[in-house]
């Protein structure tokens, strides 16, 4: 393959689909209607979508570098592809990598912000936005402590949701915690995981062992391990 000759691009972003063509087409959209500076190349995997997701990807959006996979290996096959290729296609790998879900909507200064701060604060290997539902609610799974057997136990027995404002019973999902309060976590969710590229040379890739989640967890605790921060940074927004 012969290699993009640019500058290291800020970004790389990876967008895993199944069978999500509406979704998707929206996800692109708004990616492509951001502003600002930064640099990006999105790197679309398809897991052989019966809706056609990769016909409308070439079709639409040209500027995508499609992987379209002849079965459904996983999540994190899937992500580590796209990966892969981010890292292999231009004369240097992107700055950031993003893993982003198809059912996401970025806001135009996303990136920018985005970049921004991960810049300002170079011991931050994992940041994760405010993801906001439909609903307008906050996605709980944007900011995570790990699943102690405790930290499960109090989750799988609804106490986390009866006592939300406990600092013991909510800790799963930290939502002890203002919403809009900048925090180190364990974990933000695989659906915006932004990713320093210096964090993924020294732990590797995701963990292909994980189909299908769990593995955003396993990668921020070898990130964490490494010496990294986790971020939950409320002032970036991403409809979820």
Excluded at 24 to 46: E, H, K, M, N, T
Aim: charged share 20%.
């Amino acid at each position: 393959m012969n290699k993009q000759a640019v500058a290291a691009l800020d970004l790389g972003i990876v967008i895993v689909s199944y069978n999500v063509q509406a979704l998707l087409r929206r996800c692109l959209q708004s990616i492509y209607d951001s502003i600002g500076d930064v640099s990006f190349a999105v790197c679309v995997v398809d897991n052989n979508s019966p809706d056609d997701s990769a016909a409308m990807v070439k079709a639409q959006f040209p500027q995508v570098h499609l992987i379209a996979n002849a079965d459904n290996p996983g999540y994190s096959t899937a992500n580590n592809q796209g990966i892969h290729w981010l890292n292999s296609a231009f004369d240097a790998p992107p700055r950031y990598i993003l893993l982003l879900n198809p059912d996401t909507e970025v806001m135009p200064n996303t990136f920018c912000d985005s970049v921004r701060y991960m810049e300002q604060n170079l011991k931050v290997g994992i940041m994760g936005p405010k993801l906001l539902l439909p609903d307008g609610h906050l996605d709980l799974a944007c900011r995570r402590s790990f699943p102690s057997p405790m930290v499960s136990f109090y989750r799988m027995t609804g106490l986390s949701k009866l006592f939300p404002d406990s600092k013991k019973f909510g800790r799963y999902n930290m939502t002890y915690l203002d919403e809009d309060q900048l925090t180190e976590v364990d974990s933000v969710v695989g659906a915006f995981m932004l990713v320093r590229q210096a964090a993924i040379r020294q732990v590797g890739l995701l963990d292909e062992q994980f189909w299908m989640y769990g593995e955003d967890l396993d990668w921020a605790k070898r990130i964490k391990d490494h010496g990294w921060k986790v971020i939950y940074n409320p002032r970036i927004l991403t409809l979820h």
